[in-house]
């Protein structure tokens, strides 16, 4: 006998597409009937599973949360190992993200609109994000490859905003830069200036290119190469 399908498997197939679809265009714009379409069922199932599209929202939120959750474990976790030798280690979140989520994911998209939103959800994140960058300030702090500086809420604040810029502004630096900020080759090419600006400040030399490295591609003009 054919076994009965699983409603958790579909339940998360509508989850996933709705997602998927907020990042696009927006909770505001996307209906039900364009959730159902994409998952394969129809909108009496997705209100069946949801009873609302306010509901099923405040699902997607709080799955983002927790999946945002995991990747910040491996900022905040012990460890230790990630702040020794040249500092670089202090992975950012393009960079945590690149290593976990796969091509296309639309987590990184999502988590724009939902920082840009006034809802619980985005202020917590935003929270959350904060007291991450303060444990990292402290853990460089410890190693001793940074300062906390005179003022370290402002400090952590200010790492903070430069890492999320990444995300609120990737399409207009896609544009201007001809790469994706936040694949393996925009992180190559943005990760050492970085680096160098931390360490040194603006008056710094830019750092030496790797010999295996592939030369950076040329800048685009008004447009997305």
Known sequence: MRSMPDDRTTRAVIRDEALR????????VVTIRQ????????????????????????????????VFEGLLSE?????SGAFEGTGAATATLGEVFLRHLPVGSPLP???????????????????RLYAVSRETLDALAESGAASRGNDPQVRAALLLVNDLSVFLLRDQLTAVLG????????????????????????????????????PPAPQAEGGQA
Request: net charge negative.
């Open 179 to 214: 790469v994706d900020p936040l694949s393996a080759a925009g992180l190559a090419r943005l990760g050492p200036e970085l680096l160098t600006i931390y360490a040194a400040g603006l008056n710094a030399d830019p750092p030496e290119p790797r010999a295996d490295a592939d």
């Open 109 to 127: 998209g999502y988590l724009r609109r939902l920082l840009l939103s006034n809802t619980d959800a985005g202020r917590g994140l935003f929270r």
């Open 21 to 28: 679809l907020f990042a696009e265009h927006g909770p505001e």
């Open 75 to 79: 900022l905040t976790g012990d460890g």
């Open 35 to 66: 959730i159902a379409t994409a998952a394969g069922v129809s909108p009496g199932l997705v209100v069946h599973h949801f009873r609302s599209k306010d509901n099923l929202r405040q699902e997607v939120d709080q799955y983002v949360l927790t």
